[in-house]
């Protein structure tokens, strides 16, 4: 039986493996600053269900504050309790099913420990827990989930965790850096190939298959949002994602990827000249870019906000007279989502990681133009993690030096 255990236990290991984890204590640690922020409440957060699992990406809070990605999952913590204590409620393991899905991790000691957790059970346990330990205290759940709660205690006070989490999440830890910075890295090898495989006659669609070819390659799960290949006329609209256009010479094409790594999500842009140089009007409009996103760079430190960083790149694009043409904001936070979550006022902080990304959209002249880079927020200023080509001479040295494979 010992025997049998340590077997499984070894293919579980081995199964979880394909998607890097962070220390069960980075977990831990956040559900005991959550139950702080819970002060004498209980907090419950729920996995998302089997059939809202797209390709098993796990809900976001729920994937943050315990590290676990399987379906009907349910996360109790008694912060009343000192210290807090933390539950995780789990269906039994099926074995005859799991010859169909693949090996699970079911409630009991084993789970316990490779989760970090004081308590693994089973899931029908957990409308009698949440009765006991909820009893006149509040429900700190999100806010989606208030009637779910209601339904097991009826009548308690139920607050929303959401901002607690959101304002968490806005910070990122040093293991946390390392999963963006890997996503960050991959993504930079797919713009690469993208860079090889863009040239007048290619389908766009051709350019998103190699790049997300690399990204796959590297162990990114996943693009994490749809590629964006726009060519041409196609390079104005903000998130085109049919990529179905055949590149011509002397279109430019905007290239917004990123892959995820670990359920990190990257988010970068380029744009390139089909042929492999820009025409002079295009030079034009690509070094006004340029010159905003590196005016949004240089502000971007402790203490900055959005509005101060967005000022910067506006600013510069209206000194040139092309505000008209710049119509969306320059930063957002970046992490288990590719828009993430938190407040867009707060003032940058170290580790929280961002986006800064002007454009000029110009659809009378089908030129569009966006350069995104994704910083991180240091105590000294910033580092730009994706550390991509981007002036125009460089692009088109880039371009040129590279072999063009024939892909048909
Ligand atoms: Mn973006």
């Given at each position: 039986?010992?025997?049998?255990?340590?077997?499984?236990?070894?293919?579980?290991?081995?199964?979880?493996?394909?998607?890097?984890?962070?220390?069960?204590?980075?977990?831990?640690?956040?559900?005991?600053?959550?139950?702080?922020?819970?002060?004498?409440?209980?907090?419950?957060?729920?996995?998302?269900?089997?059939?809202?699992?797209?390709?098993?990406?796990?809900?976001?809070?729920?994937?943050?504050?315990?590290?676990?990605?399987?379906?009907?999952?349910?996360?109790?913590?008694?912060?009343?309790?000192?210290?807090?204590?933390?539950?995780?409620?789990?269906?039994?393991?099926?074995?005859?099913?799991?010859?169909?899905?693949?090996?699970?991790?079911?409630?009991?000691?084993?789970?316990?420990?490779?989760?970090?957790?004081?308590?693994?059970?089973?899931?029908?346990?957990?409308?009698?827990?949440?009765?006991?330990?909820?009893?006149?205290?509040?429900?700190?759940?999100?806010?989606?989930?208030?009637?779910?709660?209601?339904?097991?205690?009826?009548?308690?006070?139920?607050?929303?965790?959401?901002?607690?989490?959101?304002?968490?999440?806005?910070?990122?830890?040093?293991?946390?850096?390392?999963?963006?910075?890997?996503?960050?890295?991959?993504?930079?090898?797919?713009?690469h190939t993208a860079a090889r495989t863009v040239s007048?006659?290619v389908?766009?669609?051709e350019v998103e298959a190699a790049l997300?070819?690399?990204?796959?390659?590297?162990?990114?799960?996943?693009?994490?949002?749809?590629?964006?290949v726009?060519?041409?006329?196609?390079?104005?609209?903000?998130?085109?994602?049919?990529?179905?256009?055949?590149m011509?010479?002397?279109?430019?094409?905007?290239i917004?990827?990123?892959?995820?790594?670990?359920?990190?999500?990257?988010?970068?842009?380029?744009?390139f000249?089909?042929?492999?140089?820009?025409?002079?009007?295009?030079?034009?409009?690509?070094?006004?870019?340029?010159?905003?996103?590196?005016?949004?760079?240089?502000?971007?430190?402790?203490?900055?906000?959005?509005?101060?960083?967005?000022?910067?790149?506006?600013?510069?694009?209206?000194?040139?007279?092309?505000?008209?043409?710049?119509?969306?904001?320059?930063?957002?936070?970046?992490?288990?989502?590719?828009?993430?979550?938190?407040?867009?006022?707060?003032?940058?902080?170290?580790?929280?990681?961002?986006?800064?990304?002007?454009?000029?959209?110009?659809?009378?002249?089908?030129?569009?133009?966006?350069?995104?880079?994704?910083?991180?927020?240091?105590?000294?200023?910033?580092?730009?993690?994706?550390?991509?080509?981007?002036?125009?001479?460089?692009?088109?040295?880039?371009?040129?030096?590279a072999?063009k494979p024939?892909l048909?």
């Open positions: 039986m010992a025997a049998r255990t340590l077997v499984l236990t070894l293919f579980l290991c081995v199964a979880l493996a394909a998607v890097e984890k962070e220390p069960i204590q980075e977990y831990k640690s956040r559900r005991d600053h959550i139950a702080e922020k819970a002060k004498d409440g209980v907090v419950v957060l729920f996995a998302l269900p089997e059939e809202d699992l797209v390709e098993y990406r796990q809900d976001p809070n729920f994937y943050y504050l315990t590290g676990f990605d399987q379906p009907n999952a349910i996360l109790l913590i008694d912060a009343s309790a000192k210290p807090a204590r933390d539950y995780l409620f789990l269906k039994p393991r099926d074995l005859p099913q799991e010859r169909w899905t693949g090996p699970k991790i079911g409630p009991g000691p084993e789970a316990e420990k490779l989760l970090g957790f004081q308590t693994v059970q089973m899931l029908n346990d957990f409308p009698e827990i949440l009765k006991r330990v909820s009893a006149n205290k509040t429900v700190h759940t999100l806010r989606e989930n208030f009637d779910r709660v209601r339904g097991v205690v009826p009548g308690a006070a139920v607050e929303d965790v959401t901002p607690a989490i959101a304002e968490l999440r806005q910070v990122k830890s040093p293991t946390e850096i390392a999963l963006l910075d890997k996503a960050v890295q991959i993504t930079m090898k797919g713009l007048p006659d389908w766009e669609y997300e070819f690399e990204f796959r390659r590297n162990g990114a799960e996943r693009p994490g949002y749809p590629s964006i726009g060519s041409g006329p196609l390079s104005t609209v903000l998130h085109y994602d049919k990529n179905a256009r055949r011509e010479a002397g279109d430019v094409v905007v917004d990827v990123g892959a995820e790594y670990s359920g990190y999500v990257a988010d970068i842009t380029r744009t000249p089909v042929s492999g140089k820009f025409s002079p009007r295009q030079r034009e409009i690509y070094q006004i870019v340029l010159d905003a996103q590196k005016a949004a760079i240089a502000e971007v430190r402790p203490g900055a906000t959005f509005a101060k960083i967005h000022a910067a790149a506006f600013n510069y694009i209206k000194s040139k007279g092309y505000s008209q043409y710049f119509i969306h904001g320059t930063s957002h936070h970046i992490g288990l989502q590719v828009h993430d979550v938190g407040s867009t006022t707060r003032p940058m902080e170290p580790g929280m990681v961002i986006t800064i990304e002007p454009g000029i959209y110009i659809p009378e002249e089908k030129l569009g133009v966006r350069i995104e880079d994704d910083l991180l927020i240091t105590a000294s200023g910033n580092r730009v993690m994706s550390t991509f080509p981007k002036e125009a001479a460089e692009i088109e040295s880039l371009m040129s030096a072999p024939k048909q």
